[in-house]
């Protein structure tokens, strides 16, 4: 599996948002810090907005930032919102699919299965998991130099759960 680049992109905007708390930030100092294109965070950003996950205002003092609170945004609703333009496999797209083994294929069943495990995962990470004590990130990302530095040098990203059988 492997997310589109949109749903990348998405990630990152509202992480640069999440650690740059208060402050309007321009599509294009997101595209610069994160190594993007304009034109596609713009997009991006304008479907975060319809979806309420940001709030824009345009004009000279206009930019963007979180609509809710960090901790109040799921990575799964995020990830589920940029993915569902894309059927994972043929099969799962009634209007597209030409495979023959449909009908009697259960691959499909336990691709589903397996879609759900990975969005119930996802959908237990808020955007205040992925940022809140970042420091490396709010290294990368913070527009306030300041601030940078403000972290301890300790980052305490959440380790893998290890998971005991099989």
Do not use: K, W
């Not at 949109?6 to 100092?29: D, H, K, Q, Y």
Request: charged share 20%.
């Amino acid at each position: 599996m492997r997310l589109t680049t949109r749903t990348n992109l998405a990630a990152r905007v509202l992480m640069f948002c999440a650690v740059n708390p208060g402050t309007r930030v321009r599509s294009a100092e997101i595209a610069a810090a994160c190594n993007a294109s304009a034109n596609h965070i713009a997009r991006v950003v304008q479907q975060l907005q319809a979806e309420g996950f940001l709030d824009t205002q345009r004009g000279r003092s206009g930019g963007l930032q979180l609509a809710r609170p960090p901790a109040a945004i799921s990575i799964g609703t995020v990830f589920r919102l940029f993915e569902t333009e894309i059927p994972f496999a043929e099969c799962f797209d009634p209007a597209s699919n030409t495979c023959p083994l449909t009908g009697a294929c259960r691959l499909r069943g336990f691709l589903t299965r397996a879609l759900d495990a990975f969005y119930h995962e996802l959908d237990r990470v808020t955007l205040d998991d992925l940022t809140r004590g970042n420091c490396g990130l709010e290294q990368l990302l913070t527009l306030a130099p300041a601030l940078a530095g403000a972290c301890n040098g300790t980052d305490m990203a959440i380790a893998p759960v290890p998971r005991t059988g099989p």
